[in-house]
């Protein structure tokens, strides 16, 4: 008779199996781990798994010159005291 009797997996496998489904995942391209990335095991049938996800100045409004809050007040990635300097620059002289 053959045993039908499911193996349970210890911790560090279901961690193990919990990283590998996170670093595989459709959106795991815009995200890194770390080598072994911490797991946190819910009470319901999952876990989080510990990763890092980019976040540019930019995106955060963060002026890309000065490091202001608000860069969403002037244009491109600038707060608008650093946008109001760029416009009000002399032209760069071209050979």
Not at 45 to 52: D, E, I, K, R, T
Not at 55 to 74: H, L, M, R
Not at 82 to 88: M, P, W
């Given at each position: 008779m053959?045993?039908?009797q499911?193996?349970?997996?210890?911790?560090?496998?279901?961690d193990?199996?919990y990283?590998?489904?996170a670093?595989?995942?459709?959106?795991?391209?815009?995200?890194?781990?770390?080598?072994?990335?911490?797991?946190s095991?819910?009470?319901d049938?999952?876990?989080?798994?510990?990763?890092?996800f980019?976040?540019?100045?930019?995106?955060?409004?963060?002026?890309?010159?000065?490091?202001?809050?608000?860069?969403?007040?002037?244009f491109?990635?600038?707060?608008?005291n650093?946008?109001?300097?760029?416009?009000?620059e002399p032209?760069?002289?071209t050979?």
């Open positions: 053959k045993n039908t499911k193996r349970k997996l210890t911790p560090d496998l279901k193990e199996a990283r590998r489904a670093r595989s995942a459709n959106y795991a391209e815009n995200i890194d781990f770390d080598d072994v990335p911490v797991v095991r819910g009470d049938s999952g876990a989080y798994v510990q990763a890092w980019w976040v540019s100045n930019e995106d955060a409004g963060i002026c890309t010159q000065c490091g202001a809050a608000n860069a969403a007040e002037g491109e990635g600038l707060c608008g650093c946008a109001d300097k760029t416009e009000n032209p760069e002289a050979s």
